[in-house]
């Protein structure tokens, strides 16, 4: 499975944006998938994953209520809607698949990453 992750940039704070996954093969509706992302200086985070299905989903405390991850396995992508921006948010944003299905906040599960997209949040 190749990811290719995309839809970062430049946005002022309180703004949005959506990045968008999409990956190759035809196993990827089985997959979890999670992004990560990590900013200058500091290590890689959880951000937010989802299922196989699109049924379960989780979130880092901090992006709770401002983000939201969805799939669509008929395109072969998933997404990571980013609302209410804050210069906290500036990363690079990774997203990765788990072909055991289950959503799950440990990168270590994850086999396949993508290249990352950045994204920087203006005060």
């Known amino acids: 499975v190749q990811l290719q992750a995309s839809g970062g940039g430049l946005v002022q704070a309180g703004g949005s944006l959506r990045l968008s996954c999409a990956a190759s093969g035809r196993t990827f509706s089985t997959y979890a998938m999670g992004w990560f992302r990590q900013a200058p200086g500091k290590e890689r985070e959880f951000v937010a994953t989802?299922?196989?299905?699109?049924?379960?989903?989780y979130y880092a405390e901090s992006v709770k209520g401002r983000f939201t991850i969805s799939r669509d396995n008929a395109k072969n992508t998933v997404y990571l809607q980013m609302n209410s921006l804050k210069p906290e948010d500036t990363a690079l944003y990774y997203c990765?698949?788990?072909?055991?299905?289950?959503?799950?906040?440990?990168?270590?599960?994850?086999?396949?990453w993508g290249q990352g997209t950045l994204v920087t949040v203006s005060s």
């Open positions: 989802i299922n196989w299905s699109g049924g379960s989903t």
């Open positions: 990765a698949g788990d072909s055991a299905g289950w959503a799950t906040r440990d990168p270590s599960e994850y086999e396949y």
